[in-house]
């Protein structure tokens, strides 16, 4: 029997537009993604994917992810921005009680929410 691959899976529904059934993804690896028309099918078919990513990555002797690494997204990233809206944000976050980190992420995670509503 081969080894067991512990990474964790998202699983989520697809729309109609999209196909239907289910998309499953790795956070550890961010191009391996696999679909079926049943939860079972995802599953089956995104175990398949990951060990071809894995087995792909071994063979470009590149580094794979440890489990719940997050792989190339670490979470953490810097950006640049003007400062006359780097000041304009600092100004609301502190209007608002909050730190900047917290009304960027904030900003960032509503924006992505509409796009995703505008998407369906």
Same mark, same amino acid.
């Given at each position: ?25 790795? $956070? ?36 794979? $992810?440890? $489990? ?53």
């Amino acid at each position: 029997m081969g080894k067991r691959i512990d990474y964790p899976f998202e699983i989520r529904p697809l729309s109609a537009e999209e196909g239907g059934g289910f998309l499953i993804s790795y $956070p550890d690896f961010s191009e391996c993604l696999s679909d079926g028309e049943t939860v079972e099918e995802a599953l089956a078919n995104g175990k398949d994917a990951l060990k071809s990513t894995i087995a792909a990555l071994k063979a470009k002797e590149l580094p794979i $992810p440890a $489990p719940n690494s997050g792989g190339v997204a670490s979470g953490k990233f810097v950006a640049r921005v003007p400062k006359t809206v780097h000041a304009r944000l600092a100004t609301r976050a502190k209007a608002e009680g909050v730190s900047l980190n917290t009304l960027v992420l904030t900003f960032i995670a509503e924006g992505l929410g509409r796009k995703e509503r505008n998407a369906q």
